[in-house]
């Protein structure tokens, strides 16, 4: 039996790429600070992670797919927070993220990891970003780790979905 296992060390030279959510920045802006110091504890050079900024999180799965599908990335972290405001626009917008970014990864093979908040307060938003309930950015970006470290040991795969 092999056994194959991710680990929270980055890979040599390994390059990530993070995608911010300019839509409620005020959360975001905390998510990303916790991604970007997860990655370079975690062994990441600081040159070696480029920051993308997006409009809000139904954009990012474009810009995903783009960066995912250059070759470039071991990973791709979307970090944004939808919030729950008066209508349901919010459900279609966390469903359309976390289905494109899902679509990105799979098209290309490249982890596309969602980080994107989906709360129903301002407060819940502002605890997953750093307060009582961690840092989800943070979390993201060791999740991007120890997948693009888990994909370097596993055997070649066949074709990506299109």
Request: glycine share 12%; hydrophobic share 45%.
């Amino acid at each position: 039996m092999t056994e194959y296992q991710g680990k929270l060390v980055a890979p040599p030279k390994a390059k990530f790429a993070v995608i911010v959510s300019r839509f409620n920045e005020f959360v975001t802006a905390k998510l990303l600070s916790g991604a970007t110091d997860a990655l370079v504890r975690h062994g990441v050079a600081e040159g070696d992670v480029d920051v993308v900024w997006s409009p809000g999180s139904f954009e990012m799965s474009v810009i995903a797919l783009r960066l995912a599908g250059g070759g470039r990335y071991a990973a791709v972290i979307c970090l944004g927070a939808v919030i729950r405001g008066g209508t349901d626009h919010h459900h279609y917008i966390a469903a359309e993220a976390a289905k494109g970014n899902a679509t990105a990864a799979l098209r290309t093979g490249v982890p596309c990891i969602f980080g994107v908040l989906t709360c129903d307060t301002i407060e819940q938003a502002i605890e997953r970003s750093g307060a009582k309930a961690g840092n989800k950015g943070a979390e993201a970006a060791t999740a991007a780790i120890e997948m693009a470290n888990l994909l370097g040991q596993l055997p070649p795969g066949g074709k990506q979905a299109t």
